[in-house]
């Protein structure tokens, strides 16, 4: 990206705008699964590597789309950036490609042992991350819930795909998904009689923060 962005520096007329639209893998480390991802980037490192490529960003935001960061910048009138990206400028563990791998081995452990004690277990989505965790649970996975309708009542890697409606008090359904957004589904599903159980928290959170999202 650095690279590329150093050319196109040199394309761009002297009020020309630069407008990028990449994966934020603070909001969704699942991002670093997929092997053609070459880079994985935060809001934090994306203005670091726009400012070392010669560009000031005039706007960077995660609230366009979702899971992604949009940056707007332009040619930087005075480029005196020198040196590497420090480790201080990773604003959460998500950033930290071994922080990342070391909660993705946590969050199928969890699974793991979630399976072992279910009756029926399930999987809460098909996208990436059910995916991908589905892969690593030996076939063992008995059904997939999702919310989309186009998908509810087909079959994903040879099991079939239920909606929030269609499971009962015998089932476990794992949220696959990052904590906050399992949190947020979890309570929208409170009169639901399923067990719906959490991935673990994220890495970056404080002793005393995790302590007290579990005491809800």
């Known amino acids: 990206m650095l690279f590329r962005s150093r050319q ?11 407008v990028v639209e990449e994966c934020d893998v603070e909001q969704n480390p699942f991002d670093i699964l997929i092997a053609d991802h070459l880079i994985h980037l935060s809001p934090t490192t994306i203005t ?6 010669g560009f000031d960003a005039l706007l960077v935001t995660t609230n366009w789309v979702g899971r992604e960061i949009s940056v707007i910048a332009k040619r930087s009138i005075a480029h005196k950036f ?6 201080s400028t990773r604003s959460s563990a998500w950033s930290n490609p071994e922080g990342t791998m070391a909660w993705l081995a946590d969050f199928v452990s969890c699974a793991r042992s979630e399976l072992a004690s279910s009756r029926s277990f399930g999987i809460f989505g ?10 690593h649970l ?5 059904f997939f819930v999702d919310e989309d309708l186009n998908r509810i009542g ?3 890697l040879g099991r079939p795909v239920r909606g929030p409606d269609s499971v ?4 476990s359904i794992y949220l696959a998904l990052t904590p906050i957004v399992s949190r947020a589904i979890k309570t929208r599903m409170h009169e639901n009689p399923a067990r719906w159980v959490l991935p673990p928290q994220e890495p970056f959170r404080s ?3 995790t302590s007290e999202l579990q005491s809800h």
């Open 8 to 18: 196109i520096s040199h394309l761009l007329s002297a009020d020309g705008l630069l």
């Open 138 to 142: 030996d076939d063992e996975v008995d």
């Open 207 to 209: 002793e005393e923060h």
């Open 48 to 53: 670091t590597l726009l400012t070392m490529a």
């Open 168 to 171: 009962d008090s015998s089932d």
């Open 82 to 87: 020198k040196g590497g990206i420090s480790h």
């Open 154 to 156: 087909r079959r994903h």
């Open 126 to 135: 098909t996208s990436i991350s059910g995916t991908w965790l589905s892969s």
